[in-house]
């Protein structure tokens, strides 16, 4: 990987947008949950994703790609494929239905803490006292957040459905990262951001379609097409599925992950904005106090 730029308007533009998005997401997924059912809306965004990426990445469906030459390796990519499309955004779409678009947004943002304690529990890797202290500052934060300011209540707390799921799909996310990092694909693959999230997306669409496949056979699952749902739709799939991705992998290679992951901190300050302009849900004192902890927290243990 290259070595990480100055900072520039346009790096700091390309991070800019993916949280931008990606909160986007977030709001509009609490705007149309009486309109679909959480787990068809994730399939329906990875389709449109794989549709828009076909004319960009067709050669990695083609048997001479890489993806079926090393099949035992990118056997992996089916995890990968699981945890990170299948199951976080489907985690986080279930936590907007019963959860506000903001503490959804803080309660991801407690991804450093869980990074730390998936590579250390599963991977072996021992984190060092700043990034300790960094991931517990953040963890005061989600906990700030989960007890709606009132520390008292986390002796009696009782979290709504949509906490827990966006923790379960934090988690995965945790996991998604490490092997992520882990894989060793061509490198030919890794340089091209759309043959590599399609590398994904062929086994990530086969994961959100069984999970949709399975809430409509056991759920009173439902889908009610109009132009509302149309737009959401194609906003999800085209924004934060695909130009999201691009614009973070290249702000990434431009600033490093580090000062990038700084940056993904924006995104529950976004949120809280879209959410009073859309939602009319206006965020409370304990909601910047929190994303004050969060990015603390990130700047401690990324601080040299």
Known sequence: MPSPQRLTPLTILLLVVPPLLWAGNAVVGRLVRELVSPLTLNFVRWVIAFVLLLPLAAPVLRPASPLWAHWKRYALLG???????????????????????????????????????????????????????????????VLLVLSRGEWRQLLALRLVPGDLYMILGTIAWAFYSWLLARTHEPA?????????????????????????????????????????????????????????????GTGVQRAGPQVAGIFMNLTPLFAAVMSAAFLREAPHWYHGAAFVLIVGGIVVSTRR
Request: charged share 5%.
């Open 188 to 248: 030919a693959l890794r340089r091209d951001w759309a043959a590599f999230l399609m590398a994904q997306l062929v086994f990530g669409i086969a994961w959100s379609g069984a999970l949709a496949a399975g809430e409509w056979t056991l759920t009173p699952a439902h889908l009610d097409l109009g132009w509302p749902l149309v737009a959401a739709m194609a906003f999800i799939g085209i924004g934060p599925a695909v130009l999201a991705y691009r614009c973070w």
């Open 79 to 141: 995890l990968l494929g699981l945890l990170g499309i299948g199951l976080y955004n489907a985690f986080q779409y279930l936590a907007l239905q019963t959860s506000t678009p903001i503490n959804v947004t803080l309660v991801g943002s407690s991804l450093p803490l869980w990074m730390l304690a998936v590579g250390s529990l599963f991977f072996g890797a021992r984190p060092h006292a700043r990034a300790i202290g960094g991931a517990l500052l953040s963890m005061l934060g």
